[in-house]
């Protein structure tokens, strides 16, 4: 029982040691050093999944349209549920008011994985908009270098067919017309977002 106590005790210094993502006081540190807390602005970019949707933002509940979130402002009214996902790495719930380009405020519910949105770990345009000097964080492998000189690899990313694209927008298709059936969305807000959709193909 007090091995329990101790390791209790000293695990925030642990945790702060390790450089992990932490929730105090209405204060989210992330491990990029970038802050969140009640009454910040956060400033989202772009879904980066092929049909626009965000990777790494999704709705608490219900909703699927997270392509609606696209360069709009977010300002924190509440952060709970700080949890670690294992190799995913770790999320928040985000309470607040989304600002929309056209003006539009909503409340919203949100899970973010605030690193990989913060920064893309495949490259990709980052979900969240930070200062420069919250980037770059990751650190990257070096192996040593081979004793005998062999050609070197050219790391190509591997494109999406066509046909996987054109099913994946199908897919989103579906969604959008199944939440204008629901009573959801508008009919022009559905020919809207299907026409987005479309234009991307």
């Known amino acids: 029982m007090k091995k329990l106590l101790f390791a209790m005790m000293f695990f925030p210094f642990f ?7 932490r929730l105090e006081n209405d204060t989210l540190y992330t491990t990029s050093g970038f802050n969140m807390y009640n009454g910040r602005v956060l400033q989202l970019a772009t879904g980066t999944s092929a049909a626009g949707y965000f990777r790494f933002i ?24 700080l949890k670690s996902s294992g190799d995913d790495g770790y999320s928040i719930r985000i309470t607040g008011t989304a600002t929309h380009l056209d003006g539009k405020q909503e409340e919203v519910e949100l899970v973010v ?15 969240i908009l930070v200062p ?32 996987i694209k054109n099913l ?28 987005k959709l479309l234009d991307r193909q």
Do not use: M
């Open 168 to 195: 994946l927008i199908a897919d989103e298709i579906k969604k959008l017309f199944d939440l204008y059936k629901a009573g959801a969305l508008t009919k022009d807000e559905y020919e809207t977002q299907k026409k």
């Open 132 to 163: 420069a000097e919250f980037k770059n964080q990751r650190k990257e492998i070096v192996a040593e270098e081979p004793k005998q000189k062999t050609k070197p690899v050219e790391n190509v990313k591997q494109k999406t067919p066509d046909d």
């Open 15 to 21: 945790a702060k040691a390790q450089n992990l993502p």
């Open 113 to 127: 994985n605030f690193d990989k949105a913060i920064e893309s770990p495949d490259r990709l345009p980052d979900e």
């Open 58 to 81: 999704k709705f608490k509940a219900f909703r699927t349209d997270t392509y609606n979130l696209q360069n709009s402002s977010l300002q924190v009214s509440k952060l709970k549920g």
